[in-house]
């Protein structure tokens, strides 16, 4: 599925696009996906970033679920409460 998105670029950004575009013989828009997609592989080695060993270990916390939900549900308790007099 294609999204719109929407970015201010120079003026010679957008001359450019145009031109690689013309001269490759394919849209803006192949222009810019496939910059992206090489300039990502330049930087991460690989074209798909391996988002599992990117966040490996996110979710490992010192306290138990149930500590976590009874201070999660106190703060938003007390943040109700506190204009109440």
């Not at 013309?22 to 849209?27: D, E, G, I, R």
């Not at 490992?60 to 943040?79: G, M």
């Amino acid at each position: 599925m294609d999204k719109i998105m929407s970015a201010r670029v120079d003026e010679s950004v957008t001359f450019l696009l145009d031109r690689l575009a013309k001269k490759l013989q394919t849209s803006k828009k192949n222009v810019i996906e496939t910059a992206l997609r090489m300039y990502s592989e330049k930087i991460d080695g690989n074209n798909n970033a391996d988002i599992f060993k990117e966040t490996c270990g996110a979710w490992k916390r010192d306290e138990s679920a149930t500590t976590t939900i009874k201070k999660s549900r106190s703060t938003f308790n007390k943040s109700i409460t506190r204009h109440y007099l």
